[in-house]
């Protein structure tokens, strides 16, 4: 019988010795403790929650009980290849068998799995469903070594998946050969379609189901008014994550690469990826992201997948994505290892109206294009919020939550303006100027330039042209922006505007708009850009207080001296063994050895991340570092 019944002191001990930690986090015990005595569990789970733990403890536990080798489905190569060496480094038996091996290694492998030597295999689904492979489990089976069936990003079986692979679905031939081997099935991204996909397609109807949060606590989310793109960005970059490895996304080839260049000029460490990059280029490119501390890289979506870097500290967007499912996953690889990480976008005018157009301009059915605007629109809601931005963002998947204290409008609410006045003479010009014209050719009208365009059509002699001199074409752009994304102003061809939804009453003054004063962001304070628009308007500037940075560590000078150190040690020590530096550590325990200076090998030992193996293999080392500095 493949039941092993474990109290869970013993699973407690077991999540000590093996990665140092004293406490399981969310639901890990209960999955833990139902995976270790045998029932098959569906886990989702978002990224950086310790996912792997849920199947990695229960291996090791009934490994320990005799019950032999866990066979854990992956679907790419560079994900089990990380999961392989990390678990080698933290002293655990296991190995991979994929389209990288030599016949030898190959063999050499099996004969390890054969012999009961390994506690993990890990093999790609299409490898797994051939005779050769599932003769290798019948003779485990026969002798009661096969433990448990592992199933690492279940959304892959369902067609419903953003990543659906039909050889997943062939995958119920495990069940089927060996209907007594407990499985679990684990993800991060299952919406309720999904999910009910992965249960019927690989029989797991009488699994328990464990659904954690969507929510990912350690990212903050800020979302900033587009003024100068490169200057917000390299401020950002510098103010908050100087010597961070991160991901700056971009919408094009081209403008990855040109990031790419100019952050290289400023002296901070930038590769371009992607899918224009020969094969070669971008491996190289995506293995020195990985290995290497503080490398920021410039990309377009293609890359990303199958990115398991745990301390990618930020993830930027020059470019709003196409809605908020991509905009949570492109932002989800920044913090994977929980500690505090950063997803920041700039935002503006430019971005809508490249959004709508390239919905406009896809050959796709009417109704496509209709789901697509209202994605889009979802995503615009969120981009101009006044509110915390986590709550609409667990909102659009369906889960209630409260003000978080960890996003730009929970930190420093923004402040509004009675823009009414403004809406309608932003709207008026663009009705008399005939709806046949772009954003600034009816900033120019509005602020009173007369350009050779505005003279050739006549519009400077129109009522309308000059009314808004007041206010800076900078402050004209969010109004038009604000204007676009609330459904008010349309976009047709050659990016004109013309009027739409509640324009009209906007227009009569039935209708008040208030919209978000623009703010020049910087980390420490905000600097108004249109301090004469209030002024003149007799507004008061409500006093923000800013709200003490609570969740980003603040070292002292001495411990950040310390930090230094270690990451020196850190990434020798990984170069020495050829593996990622956060294989031999991850940011968080170096943040806490630096801050803690433990003096002894009992003093660390009692680090959380630091479990038995790595106590013996670099404790001395890392004192030596410490008395040092
Ligand atoms: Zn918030």
């Not at 992965?198 to 990212?219: G, M, W």
């Not at 002699?461 to 206010?471: P, R």
């Amino acid at each position: 019988m493949s039941s092993v019944h474990t109290n869970p002191s013993s699973l407690h001990a077991l999540l000590k010795e093996i990665w140092g930690h004293s406490q399981f986090r969310g639901q890990q015990e209960q999955i833990v403790q139902t995976i270790t005595n045998g029932g098959d569990a569906l886990v989702l789970m978002p990224t950086g929650a310790g996912k792997s733990v849920c199947y990695q403890l229960p291996a090791i536990a009934r490994h320990r009980a005799g019950l032999g080798v866990t066979l854990v489905v992956s679907p790419l190569i560079a994900l089990m290849h990380d999961q392989t060496q990390a678990l080698q480094e933290l002293g655990i038996a296991c190995g991979f068998l994929n389209s990288s091996l030599s016949a030898e290694q190959t063999q050499q492998i099996e004969h390890e799995a054969r012999s009961g030597q390994l506690v993990l295999l890990y093999a790609a689904p299409e490898r797994i469903t051939t005779p050769r492979f599932l003769n290798l489990l019948e003779s485990l089976n026969a002798r009661g070594k096969l433990s448990l069936f592992a199933i690492d990003e279940a959304h892959c079986v369902s067609q419903w998946g953003h990543d659906f692979r039909p050889e997943y679905v062939a995958l119920n031939i495990l069940h089927e050969r060996f209907a007594k081997v407990p499985r679990v099935a684990l993800t991060a991204t299952a919406d309720a379609i999904t999910r009910a996909d992965i249960v019927q397609r690989l029989q797991l109807e009488d699994a328990h189901q464990f659904i954690s949060s969507f929510d990912r606590p350690n990212i903050r989310y800020s979302i900033v008014d587009k003024t100068d793109a490169r200057k917000q960005l390299l401020r950002f970059l510098k103010e908050e994550h100087l010597g961070d490895a991160g991901i700056v996304y971009c919408l094009s080839r081209k403008k990855a690469d040109e990031t790419a260049l100019w952050l290289s000029s400023t002296g901070l460490t930038a590769l371009p990826y992607h899918a224009g990059l020969d094969a070669q280029t971008r491996r190289a490119h995506q293995d020195r992201f990985l290995q290497e501390d503080g490398l920021i890289m410039c990309a377009t979506i293609a890359f990303g997948m199958g990115i398991d870097k745990p301390d990618v500290r930020f993830v930027a967007h020059l470019d709003l994505p196409s809605n908020i499912e991509s905009y949570y996953q492109e932002t989800g690889r920044a913090g994977r290892d929980g500690a505090p990480a950063h997803a920041w976008m700039t935002y503006g005018l430019g971005d809508v109206v490249q959004r709508r157009r390239m919905i406009d301009e896809n050959q796709a059915s009417e109704e496509f294009k209709r789901i697509q605007i209202q994605k889009l629109d979802a995503l615009l809601g969120l981009a101009e919020s006044a509110t915390c931005r986590r709550v609409i963002l667990l909102g659009y998947f369906g889960q209630a939550s409260q003000a978080c204290g960890n996003c730009d409008n929970c930190l420093q609410p923004p402040r509004t303006w009675d823009a009414t006045e403004a809406a309608q003479k932003a709207l008026s010009a663009i009705y008399r100027t005939g709806q046949h014209f772009g954003a600034s050719h009816v900033i120019d009208v509005l602020i009173g330039n007369a350009s050779d365009k505005v003279k050739q059509f006549g519009h400077n002699k129109l009522s309308t042209f000059g009314v808004g001199k007041a206010l800076n074409p900078i402050v004209w752009r969010s109004v038009l922006r604000q204007l676009l994304a609330r459904g008010a102003l349309g976009i047709g061809d050659y990016q004109s505007l013309h009027l739409a939804g509640d324009a009209r009453q906007i227009l009569k003054g039935e209708m008040p708009v208030h919209l978000r004063v623009i703010e020049k962001n910087t980390s420490k304070n905000k600097t108004r850009i249109h301090r004469t628009f209030a002024e003149k308007n007799g507004q008061k500037r409500p006093e923000t207080a800013s709200k003490k940075d609570s969740s980003f560590s603040s070292l002292t000078p001495e411990a950040a001296k310390r930090l230094d150190a270690l990451k020196v040690w850190r990434s020798e020590t990984a170069r020495a063994h050829a593996v990622p530096a956060y294989v031999i550590f991850h940011d968080k325990v170096l943040i806490e050895l630096a801050e803690q200076m433990p003096d002894s090998m009992e003093e660390l030992a009692e680090i959380s991340g630091i479990g038995v193996h790595k106590l013996q293999a670099y404790g001395k080392d890392i004192l030596i570092v410490l008395r040092r500095t």
